[in-house]
Each structure stands twice: as C-alpha cells, then as structure tokens.
Nanobody
Framework: QVQLVESGGGLVQAGDSLRLSCAASRRTYRMGWFREAPGKEREFVALISWSGSITHYADSVKGRFTISGDNARNTAWVQMNNLKPEDTAVYYC????????????WGQGTQVTVSS
C-alpha cells in the first residue's frame, strides 16, 4: 500500500502560478499528476520516472508546468505557471508503486480554480 498526501491547490487568477505537492508513504517507481474538470474525463498532466528522472507532459501544459521530485523523500511537485481558466480541475497525484507500469495508487485530489 502507498498513501499519498497532496497539497497546494487553491483559487488564483489567470496568469498566476501554483505549486502542487505530493508526498508518498514509501518509495515508488513513478509519480504523476492527473486532472479532472467538471463534465470531463480524467486526463494525464505530467509524470516523473525516478529511473533516469524522465519527465513527460501533456501537450496542453508543456512550457507552463514543470514536474520535479525528490526520490529520497518520496515527494514530487508540479509547478504550474501562466495558469489558464481551462486548467481548472481537481488535480490528483498518482504513483506506480509496483513497477508494473501502471498508476495504481491515487491521492484524494486537490482543487485548482483559475478565474479569468
């Protein structure tokens, strides 16, 4: 089992920045962020793979969001800059805790609201 604690959501204006944090209770293989907007399906945002510190982003956030992490502290962050109203969603942290390539543990979600 892996417990995840997320923090950093909030209400901001368009163009502002936020940083989300996710702390896992033990070491994992990958950590990622997903988001779910009202009436839409959950979508991938960004991930970091501890092996080689590889990162990957959704096209919609490239150049604006940066994911980073500290494997020794089982923690990852996503710095979100130049936020847009369409970034409004519940953001979920997820981890691959088994090394099988799936995000199999999920956080409770944190709300990000961007006003225009």
């Amino acid at each position: 089992q892996v417990q995840l604690v997320e923090s950093g959501g909030g209400l901001v204006q368009a163009g502002d920045s936020l940083r989300l944090s996710c702390a896992a209770s033990r070491r994992t293989y990958r950590m990622g962020w997903f988001r779910e907007a009202p009436g839409k399906e959950r979508e991938f945002v960004a991930l970091i793979s501890w092996s080689g510190s590889i990162t990957h982003y959704a096209d919609s956030v490239k150049g604006r969001f940066t994911i980073s992490g500290d494997n020794a502290r089982n923690t990852a962050w996503v710095q979100m800059n130049n936020l847009k109203p369409e970034d409004t969603a519940v953001y979920y942290c997820a981890v691959d805790g088994t090394g099988l390539g799936q995000f199999d543990y999920w956080g409770q979600g944190t709300q990000v609201t961007v006003s225009s």
